[in-house]
């Protein structure tokens, strides 16, 4: 069995730092112990003065197949922490001084989509498959919604978040979830590249810039996405969902 730290592998390149989901025998779903590695990676890169860029990644063939809440459906606390852990870990990335690249691969579903909105850059291939299928599961995505609603817009995002389902990489390129689109075979190439070119970039300037645009399009606050958490562990906790969710994990 993994340690909890063995399930975010951490590799240093000059100044790029890459963080990678280490579950590929479950396309990098998000279990409470994930979730809890990965808070133990971001202390050690906050305190990372070299870094430069951060590659956001998943070992395997999939980036993110959103929350493995197979182990919670009965155990309301456990779910919520899983959610708040989720949150927060966005908000951490949000508020990195560095540019942060989703290197998008596969499956990014649900909190999976949700680490793509919140990189400055995320970069995938034409048969990705990214999206929210919470409605259609009985679960509100509402952890990962403000991301998404500032990636795309609003509009945008209330068509894809009320309707559910996934989109290819391409129809997310257009739509502006996916900001770089590449062959697969190309997919690591291309996001090194870019990250070698981002860490040339003077860090004081990148950094002001980040925490400038951060402020411009308005700020995601803890007690917003601590507030998704909770809206979101009563919706799970609830018969509808339960029923659903029983269903898909009995399969």
């Known amino acids: 069995m993994l340690s909890p730290m063995a399930l975010i592998e951490l590799t240093h390149t000059h100044h790029i730092v890459t963080a990678e989901f280490n579950r590929p025998d479950k396309h990098n779903a998000l279990s409470l112990e994930l979730i809890e590695a990965l808070h133990d990676a971001l202390d050690a890169i906050e305190q990372d003065r070299d870094m430069r860029v951060l590659i956001l990644g998943g070992l395997g063939k999939s980036f993110c197949a959103g929350m493995d809440l197979r182990g919670v459906l009965n155990d309301v606390n456990a779910m919520g922490s899983m959610l708040s852990g989720l949150g927060r870990a966005t908000y951490r990335i949000r508020q990195l001084p560095v540019p942060v690249i989703a290197r998008v691969q596969g499956a990014a579903i649900g909190g999976g989509c949700g680490f793509a909105a919140v990189a400055d850059i995320a970069i995938a291939h034409p048969e990705a498959k990214l999206g929210y299928p919470e409605v259609s599961l009985g679960i509100c995505p509402a952890v990962v919604a403000p991301w998404l609603v500032r990636k795309i817009g609003h509009g945008p995002a209330r068509a894809m978040l009320l309707q559910g389902g996934t989109l290819n990489g391409e129809a997310a390129f257009k739509m502006g979830l996916v900001d770089h689109l590449v062959p697969h075979q190309e997919l690591n190439t291309a996001t090194i590249d870019l990250a070698e070119k981002l860490s040339h970039g003077g860090g004081a300037a990148v ?45």
Request: hydrophobic letters at 40%.
């Open 207 to 251: 950094a002001a810039t980040k925490a400038w645009l951060n402020e411009l399009e308005g700020p995601v606050s803890l007690e917003t996405l601590e507030r998704g958490a909770v809206l979101s562990t009563d919706v799970i906790a609830g018969a509808e969902a339960q029923e659903r969710l029983k269903k898909l994990y009995s399969r």
